[in-house]
T-cell receptor
Framework: EAGVTQSPTHLIKTRGQQATLRCSPI?????VYWYQQALGLGLQFLLW???????NRGNFPPRFSGRQFPNYSSELNVNALELEDSALYLC??????????FGDGTRLSIL | KQEVTQIPAALSVPEGENLVLNCSFT??????LQWFRQDPGKGLTSLLL?????REQTSGRLNASLDKSSGRSTLYIAASQPGDSATYLC??????????FGSGTRLSIRP
């Protein structure tokens, strides 16, 4: 069974640009979660999508957004990139009330 | 506001020893608690999930306990091996969507 896959592995952008990160959940999982792990900080919850709808979001500004497609894959979009957006972005998927399974992450570097 | 604390921040033990990692949380109204391991450059691997109605879960050499009334969980690793070296994260869900992570315990097993 294929796990959660994220692309790209590494993304380099400059301040003010926009970044798009992608996540494919495990087959059969309808929920996708996004997390940010910035250097020196713990994992922070960003967004939760389930059945195509945004169900909850963490304490992040509106320039962090995303969507979930009919096949349950998901995109995370970050607009107007700032230096402090440099982090590892992790995606996880799950079925209802089941453990989350994580991808290997996308490392976003802002120059 | 839920806060999750893990002590110690780092731990080094010789191979073969049994060890305990600690996690504490401030709000006992939790949905579930998960233990993860994070290997350098990789995403998270879910180890054990304890629902709020459960007191412990076991998987192989791992045993996790949950005491909601005292706001504590422990992860017990029996007969430690060098391959167990990783960062171990405790995460508490206060709803079906949000997870609050501890800062982790960096475990090193000396051969």
């Amino acid at each position: 069974e294929a796990g959660v896959t994220q692309s790209p592995t590494h993304l380099i952008k400059t301040r003010g640009q926009q970044a798009t990160l992608r996540c494919s959940p495990i087959s059969g999982h309808t929920s996708v979660y996004w997390y940010q792990q910035a250097l020196g900080l713990g994992l922070q919850f960003l967004l939760w999508y389930d059945e195509g709808e945004e169900r909850n979001r963490g304490n992040f500004p509106p320039r962090f957004s995303g969507r979930q497609f009919p096949n349950y894959s998901s995109e995370l979009n970050v607009n107007a990139l700032e230096l402090e957006d440099s982090a590892l972005y992790l995606c996880a998927s799950s079925s209802r009330n089941q453990p989350q399974h994580f991808g290997d992450g996308t490392r976003l570097s802002i120059l | 506001k839920q806060e999750v604390t893990q002590i110690p921040a780092a731990l080094s033990v010789p191979e073969g020893e049994n060890l305990v990692l600690n996690c504490s949380f401030t709000d006992s109204a939790i949905y579930n608690l998960q233990w993860f391991r994070q290997d350098p450059g990789k995403g998270l691997t879910s180890l054990l999930l304890i629902q709020s109605s459960q007191r412990e879960q076991t998987s192989g050499r791992l045993n996790a306990s949950l005491d909601k009334s005292s706001g504590r969980s422990t992860l017990y690793i029996a007969a430690s091996q060098p391959g167990d070296s990783a960062t171990y994260l405790c995460a508490v869900s206060s709803s079906a969507s949000k997870i609050i992570f501890g800062s982790g315990t960096r475990l090193s097993i000396r051969p």
